[in-house]
């Protein structure tokens, strides 16, 4: 039996590290994961800075001509060893060919986002038609929260986890001030159990379940930041519209990171950057997704 396929993450650590004979936690653990992953090759396509070229580096401690252990990719992610290829080709053209570069070459700029979108629509499970390259991620949610978000007396809640992304949670309590209600009444929080770090998906389905009725939207993360919890999207996208709230999602931990289906899932709306797990580098375009059910239904608004 391959012991990658054995159940849930913790599931299969816990197998391999019986296998070994050895802590979950141990060296021999993480070596039998690199020594198996079907992507190992893929290593080879990225940049790693070495040790010594980092300034926190402690080159009594290890040598300085190694590759670093580049566990900050939630942050910045590394780069791959074709960006400088691609990014010298279209330097060229601009430098020899000018304004001609919008339609000539073989990437031309002015079409530049039809191929993008259909390759960023694979890597989010949606239809090339259903997103959008552009903005960054908080922009993207602000415009996102525009259209969906249209509260009234008695449904003008937006449900966010504890914890949820800083620039999430004010992005979303300026929204709900735009609107004239006050963030102290219409942002509902859903926290781990006394004593747990992360969300059980029962309780984020019992809290919509209980407030539906004056939810709006139910605002999550794909991938918690703080935790790195994944979280169940499909379940959560059918609880909250079962409960008639729009369900969106801040997948910038999560898109190249985790499997995405959205447009399956049936998610209303989500938004990411790309310069994480997608490693797009700092200032790469961010994207943002709408289910094509809503291309009659919600219109972009701009106040």
Same mark, same amino acid.
């Given at each position: 039996?391959?012991?990658?396929? %054995? ?17 979950? &936690?141990?060296?021999?653990?993480? $070596? ?14 990225? @940049?790693?800075?070495?040790?010594? !070229? @980092? ?57 530049? $986002? ?15 038609? $259903? ?6 991620? &908080? ?16 449904? +003008? ?6 914890? %949820? ?19 102290? &009444? ?22 919509? $379940? ?30 909250? !519209? ?10 910038? +931990?999560?898109?190249?990171? %985790? ?14 950057? &790309? ?18 059910? +809503? ?9």
């Amino acid at each position: 039996m391959d012991l990658l396929d %054995a159940g849930s993450p913790r599931e299969v650590i816990e197998k391999v590290a019986k296998h070994l004979d050895c802590s979950p &936690t141990s060296r021999e653990v993480a $070596e039998y994961f690199d020594k198996n992953d079907k992507l190992r090759h893929l290593r080879q396509e990225f @940049l790693f800075p070495k040790v010594a !070229q @980092l300034p926190t580096s402690d080159l009594s401690l290890v040598g300085g001509s190694e590759d670093c252990i580049y566990f900050v990719g939630n942050s910045l992610g590394l780069q791959p060893k074709n960006v400088k290829k691609y990014i010298d080709e279209e330097l060229k053209k601009w430098a020899t060919i000018g304004a001609h570069g919008h339609v000539m070459g073989s990437r031309p700029w002015a079409w530049a $986002e039809n191929d993008l979108e259909d390759l960023m629509a694979k890597v989010v499970g949606a239809k090339p038609e $259903e997103v959008a390259l552009m903005n960054g991620l &908080t922009v993207n949610l602000h415009l996102l929260l525009l259209a969906f978000y249209q509260p009234i007396a008695t449904r +003008h809640k937006i449900l966010l986890e504890d914890k %949820a992304f800083p620039s999430d949670h004010y992005a979303v309590e300026s929204q709900i001030r735009l609107r004239g209600f006050d963030p102290s &009444t219409s942002m509902l929080f859903v926290k781990p159990r006394p004593g747990e770090d992360t969300l059980r998906t029962e309780d984020i389905v019992s809290t919509i $379940e209980r407030e539906g009725h004056s939810i709006a939207v139910v605002m999550l993360s794909g991938v918690q930041y703080y935790t790195g919890q994944l979280f169940n999207m499909e379940v959560i996208t059918k609880a909250g !519209q079962n409960q008639g709230c729009y369900v969106g999602f801040d997948c910038a +931990h999560a898109v190249g990171n %985790a499997d995405l289906r959205l447009h399956d899932w049936g998610v209303d709306f989500a938004c990411w950057c &790309t310069y994480k797990y997608v490693n797009s580098g700092a200032g790469g375009l961010a994207g943002a997704f709408i289910h094509e059910k +809503h291309v009659d239904r919600v219109k972009p608004a701009i106040f």
